[in-house]
């Protein structure tokens, strides 16, 4: 026959005494854990998306977008560089990749071309975020470059995800799940909070 000294099984008792208080909260409802004594204690716990549901979301930075407003800001940038040098220019269109800009006068060609190198502000990689080519028939191109775009939407996705972590906290959410996936996706996971919206 199995013989336990009397310490051990006090031990058990005591870790399966121990383990009982502090799962009550979770096995009875709030208005019985709010009346029991304060040494009980009254924490919850948190049940994820699997045992509570709650709503999972799959959000997505809409780059295009993102590189639309970047070459249409651009392009009201030049329009305000020229304007201020009094650099007389015509044809100022945006395409899907760049900026171009035809020079009227040739004379000007040099000091529009310096002006509008002054847009471009260096990245943390040690390049350029503006590529600023001269072109025929007096026309110049600005073109960000695709290191200068990956670090747009890179920069878009992290705010984009401080922004809907301080709507969330706001909702009052316990433990939502906020995290990058891939490199334009957000996953978001909110255990209990059964309305997306």
Known sequence: M?????WKVA???????????FTLPNLLPRSVTDSLPGWVPAARLNLGLDLQGGSYLLLEVDTVQLKQ????????????VLGQQQIAFTGLAASPTAVTVR???????DAAFKELVKLSAPTASGGRDLLVTQMPNQTLSLAPPP???AAAVNQAV???IEII?????QLGTRE?????????RIVIEAPGESDPE
């Open 69 to 80: 407003e970047k070459l249409n800001n651009l392009t009201e940038d030049v329009r305000r």
């Open 147 to 149: 290191q200068a775009d």
């Open 165 to 169: 972590r301080k709507r969330i906290d």
């Open 158 to 160: 992290e705010q984009s």
């Open 2 to 6: 199995l013989q336990l000294r009397p």
């Open 103 to 109: 020079v009227t006068d040739a004379s000007r060609m």
């Open 11 to 21: 031990l058990v008792v005591f870790a399966l005494l121990f383990g009982v208080v």
């Open 176 to 184: 939502p799940s906020i995290t990058r996936s891939g490199t334009t």
